[in-house]
């Protein structure tokens, strides 16, 4: 099965800055899913962005975009203009068929 | 919106119930999933299922059993509860078709704390 690294456990910002949360995998197939998904208190999973493996363009939504190295199997997210809202944990996942894998998770604080 | 419901936010059970988690889903998907989630492991697949009936080991199943009868309905049976299954349990689903649509992602629960003493 798949595995997935995140190597920073937590991580801060101040407001309105730029954060990337790294993240790196291993998989044996060439036709995968990533993703990050983001937990706040709540404890609601939000999927925050998702990338085919196939598709060399880098996704974006809004604020958040992804730096996607397939070669190197590295899927870093980057955050823009950090908000307090941002305050989570974030995960890191990959798709092979129908499971999916998850990271050890960052926690990220936004600092006002 | 797809939602996928848990029974329960907490539950209290003691070392050596029977206890049952479960979990529903409203959008007639196919797969359907336990994580476990623990501070500095993140989340870990104990069980999942792909059709009705059906069902596939994830990493960790040892001490967990599931069953799915219904295509909505997915839950998962600590059989003798013990303390180290004190841990917040994660209900997912989806339709996964490859075909890189919209709706290849996992659509998740609530999640539900157990505390087991």
């Known amino acids: 099965a798949q595995t997935v690294t995140q190597s920073q456990p937590e991580m801060s910002v101040q407001e309105a800055e730029t954060v990337t949360l790294s993240c790196t995998y291993d998989?044996?197939?060439?036709?995968?899913?990533l993703f990050w998904y983001k937990q706040p208190p709540s404890r609601q999973m939000i999927l925050v962005i998702r990338?085919?493996?196939?598709?060399?363009q880098n996704a974006t939504e809004n604020r958040f975009s992804v730096n996607f190295q397939k070669a190197a199997k590295s899927f870093s997210l980057k955050i823009s203009d950090s908000q307090l809202g941002d305050t989570a944990m974030y995960f890191c996942a990959t798709m092979e068929s129908v499971d999916m894998r998850f990271g050890a998770g960052t926690r990220l604080t936004v600092k006002p | 919106d797809v939602k996928v419901t848990q029974s329960s936010r907490y539950l209290v059970k003691r070392t050596g119930e029977k206890v049952f988690l479960e979990c529903v889903q409203d959008m007639d998907h196919e797969n359907m999933f336990w994580y476990r989630q623990d501070p500095g492991l993140g989340l870990r697949l104990i069980y999942f299922?792909?059709?009705?009936?059906?069902?596939e080991k994830g990493d960790i199943p040892e001490g967990y059993s599931v069953s799915r009868e219904k295509k909505e309905r997915f839950s998962l049976i600590l059989e003798s509860a013990s303390t180290n299954q004190t841990s917040m349990y994660l209900c997912?689903?989806?339709?996964?078709?490859?075909?890189?649509?919209?709706?290849?992602?996992?659509?998740f629960g609530s999640g539900t704390q157990l505390s087991v003493l």
């Open positions: 990338q085919e493996a196939y598709k060399q």
């Open positions: 997912a689903s989806s339709l996964f078709l490859g075909t890189g649509g919209s709706n290849e992602k996992l659509f």
């Open positions: 299922s792909y059709d009705v009936k059906m069902k």
């Open positions: 998989t044996s197939e060439n036709n995968y899913y």
